[in-house]
């Protein structure tokens, strides 16, 4: 049994200080899959198991000056790792090593696409096999895994161990939330805060010759579009077919990127999914609202400036066409930007900008999603797994995995002098200001995206108008949920 004890002279980041080092190997990922990016469980007895497991020489005290993890020199001591396979999870997987040289314990990472890691990890958390002690899942998963109990609560974890984080009000808050808690409660920190903002082509924004043009046209100069109106002129201007050359580009596959880029637009035009403050809670519906439909047709207006195939189109196609040059500006995601400003392999390097999202008439608003550290309630090391988790939170190690391709959620990074020197990185920093947890995070959110996501790439693919789509997914979200989701707008017929 590995014990805990007291020394207020180490530290050692994330609250945990570790004197006890060996020089390790971090092995080879048993399964690596890039992205193209339950039952109940009795509490007391799970509680009892995890006050075992995690047994601490502290009186069951927090320690957050600092702890000292006494292990053996030939520890056997291997994490296992579940996670989807983004650049995020590339950059921790890089990071860990440096884990494993102080502290002896292993690290193996599993990465798997987008849909596979979501169900490597559903399936191990639900079946309690145990074989990851750490799940690094989008907030979509984590009503389900928290419902089943079967991941354990920060707040557990704490008082088990005697460990607690000194970082937490350098997170972006609400960002934080929707991340990593569900029902007010916390059960994990971000591994990646990603949010969504706007690349355009900076080269092009200020050449002479388009301002020229630009304003010429539309009777204003030519800059990063602060309003939607502005956004639909420029995408205008810039679409230029003959040329292989588009205003912008949407992700309109029937796949979660177009859940995920439409839920900017619907927040911005002051709609929505459903009235609520939280991602986790339910409320009236609204996919069918006048905002949330100014929203869609506004968004599906964009088709006409987008290549050919947007209907095929997810986050990949958005990174790989920006990065060939083929399109001016679109919506992307901030763990895309390395791929884009990468100078051994984008036509574009150099040549881009970053911008928010142009305001709508909620206002400027922006995405939140990513993975979080969940810590099964089946590990064999809960204690040793609570330990990385608070170390790779630590601010020197989220400086490196920024500089690396990586989204932190917290704050301070952002204003290191090494990461400020990014192009990208003040742009992410505003917008994780603003940025809320837009995606549902319920029990049935499955079934929610999977209603969202055929009524929208429907309207984008002439199969149905907006209005006919949004009335059809309000009254397929009101089956879902029932008396936790009741309509707010009367539904016409969606024959």
């Not at 957050?64 to 999870?89: G, M, N, W």
């Not at 706007?198 to 050449?207: A, G, Q, W």
């Not at 990461?419 to 990208?424: E, G, I």
């Amino acid at each position: 049994m590995v014990s805990l004890s007291v020394d207020l002279e180490t530290r050692v980041p994330g609250a945990v200080a570790n004197p006890c080092i060996q020089e390790r190997t971090v092995d080879q990922n048993e399964s690596r899959s890039h992205r193209s990016k339950f039952g109940s469980t009795d509490t007391h007895a799970a509680g009892t198991w995890l006050l075992r497991a995690l047994a601490v020489g502290v009186g069951m005290g927090l320690v957050p000056a600092a702890v000292c993890l006494s292990q053996s020199a030939k520890t056997d001591t291997t994490l296992r790792i579940e996670a989807d396979a983004t650049t995020a999870t590339d950059t921790m997987e890089a990071t860990a090593r440096e884990f494993t040289k102080k502290t002896g314990i292993q690290i193996v990472v599993e990465k798997f696409g987008y849909a596979d890691s979501m169900k490597k990890a559903t399936d191990d958390l639900t079946s309690k096999t145990g074989r990851y002690d750490i799940v690094l899942q989008n907030a979509d998963a984590l009503a389900k895994f928290a419902e089943q109990k079967s991941i354990v609560s920060i707040s557990d974890l704490e008082k088990a161990s005697g460990l607690k984080a000194d970082f937490e009000d350098d997170l972006y808050a609400s960002a934080w939330r929707a991340l990593s808690w569900y029902k007010g409660t916390k059960y994990g920190y971000p591994l990646a805060a990603n949010t969504m903002f706007i690349v355009y082509r900076k080269d092009l924004m200020e050449s002479p010759r388009e301002k020229e043009g630009f304003r010429a046209k539309y009777g204003y100069d030519l800059a990063p579009a602060q309003t939607w109106k502005q956004y639909s002129d420029i995408a205008e201007y810039f679409t230029r077919p003959e040329q292989g050359f588009f205003g912008t580009l949407l992700q309109g596959k029937r796949f979660p990127a177009v859940w995920f880029e439409w839920l900017n637009f619907a927040f911005s035009f002051g709609g929505g999914v459903m009235e609520k403050d939280y991602s986790w809670e339910y409320g009236p519906i609204i996919i069918n609202s006048p905002q949330t439909l100014q929203g869609t047709e506004y968004y599906n207006s964009l088709k006409k400036f987008s290549p050919p195939g947007f209907t095929n189109f997810t986050w990949d196609d958005a990174i790989g066409q920006t990065r060939d040059g083929h399109v001016f500006m679109c919506v992307i995601w901030s763990d895309a930007l390395f791929h884009i400003t990468d100078s051994k392999n984008s036509k574009v390097s150099g040549k881009v900008g970053f911008a928010p999202i142009p305001s709508g008439t909620n206002g400027r608003v922006a995405q939140v999603a990513g993975s979080s550290y969940f810590i099964s309630r089946y590990s064999k090391h809960p204690k040793e797994a609570f330990q990385f988790e608070l170390w790779m939170l630590d601010r020197e190690n989220q400086i490196n995995q920024e500089l690396a391709g990586g989204s932190s959620g917290r704050k301070s990074v952002y204003a290191d002098s090494r990461v400020s020197k990014l192009p990208y990185s003040q742009t992410i920093a505003r917008s994780l200001e603003v940025a809320r947890g837009m995606i549902d995070t319920v029990p049935e959110t499955p079934q929610v995206s999977e209603v969202i996501e055929t009524a929208i790439s429907d309207v984008l693919a002439d199969k149905q108008g907006a209005p006919q789509a949004l009335n059809g997914a309000a009254e397929e979200l009101h089956k879902t949920l029932g008396d936790k989701g009741p309509l707010k707008y009367a539904v016409t017929s969606s024959k």
